[in-house]
T-cell receptor, first 112, second 113 residues
Framework: DQQVKQNSPSLSVQEGRISILNCDYTNSMFDYFLWYKKYPAEGPTFLISISSIKDKNEDGRFTVFLNKSAKHLSLHIVPSQPGDSAVYFCAARNSGNTPLVFGKGTRLSVIA | DTAVSQTPKYLVTQMGNDKSIKCEQNLGHDTMYWYKQDSKKFLKIMFSYNNKELIINETVPNRFSPKSPDKAHLNLHINSLELGDSAVYFC????????????FGPGTRLTVT
């Protein structure tokens, strides 16, 4: 029962172009969404988040868009850089002290 | 300067053995977590402790026993290891239980043969 789905296991993008990573969720009670980035042999690191009361949050080259009616969020990275090559995890949670639910991740490769 | 550290990084052991993984955070956080990333790459919460008190236990077999001697440490002890326990185990911490920004350790790759 995957409540958070990342249907693309991998994505390749040329350096300088936009990377778009997608995430779908099924639980309408989720009210907070996050993206984590993971390099090999390291733990995930927090990248950016968005509350369900917003539809966009921007931090430098990273922007997260939330479409609540479609239960969909996306992470845009522009311009993409080779150092962005990593696995990106989408995560979500209900309000209160509930656990984060993670997707399976999308491996992004930025080609120079 | 490591914020969340785990030992060991790799652990290879035989079925039936008992092993422990240690986790320490130097961020002054109140809440710590254990996650399991299995072969299908799902990252799933196992336990969460807030100020040494267990607050989340996600139907993990009771062969897994977390122990928090103080709020900077959350160790994971696993009894009678099984093949299906092979996975990468991540420790994480956050400022408090309501804070979703979690800081992860580098992971411990456990292989049960």
């Amino acid at each position: 029962d995957q409540q958070v789905k990342q249907n693309s296991p991998s994505l390749s993008v040329q350096e300088g172009r936009i990377s778009i990573l997608n995430c779908d969720y099924t639980n309408s009670m989720f009210d907070y969404f996050l993206w984590y980035k993971k390099y090999p042999a390291e733990g995930p690191t927090f990248l950016i988040s968005i509350s369900s009361i917003k539809d966009k949050n921007e931090d430098g080259r990273f922007t997260v868009f939330l479409n609540k009616s479609a239960k969909h969020l996306s992470l845009h990275i522009v311009p993409s850089q080779p150092g962005d090559s990593a696995v990106y995890f989408c995560a979500a949670r209900n309000s209160g002290n509930t656990p984060l639910v993670f997707g399976k991740g999308t491996r992004l490769s930025v080609i120079a | 300067d490591t914020a969340v550290s785990q030992t060991p990084k790799y652990l290879v052991t035989q079925m039936g053995n008992d092993k422990s993984i240690k986790c320490e955070q130097n961020l002054g956080h109140d809440t710590m977590y254990w996650y399991k990333q299995d072969s299908k790459k799902f990252l799933k919460i196992m336990f969460s402790y807030n100020n040494k008190e267990l607050i989340i236990n996600e139907t993990v077999p009771n062969r897994f026993s977390p122990k928090s001697p103080d709020k900077a440490h959350l160790n994971l002890h696993i009894n009678s290891l099984e093949l299906g326990d092979s996975a990468v185990y991540f420790c994480a911490s956050s400022q408090d239980a309501g804070n979703t920004k979690q800081y992860f350790g580098p992971g411990t790759r456990l292989t049960v043969t």
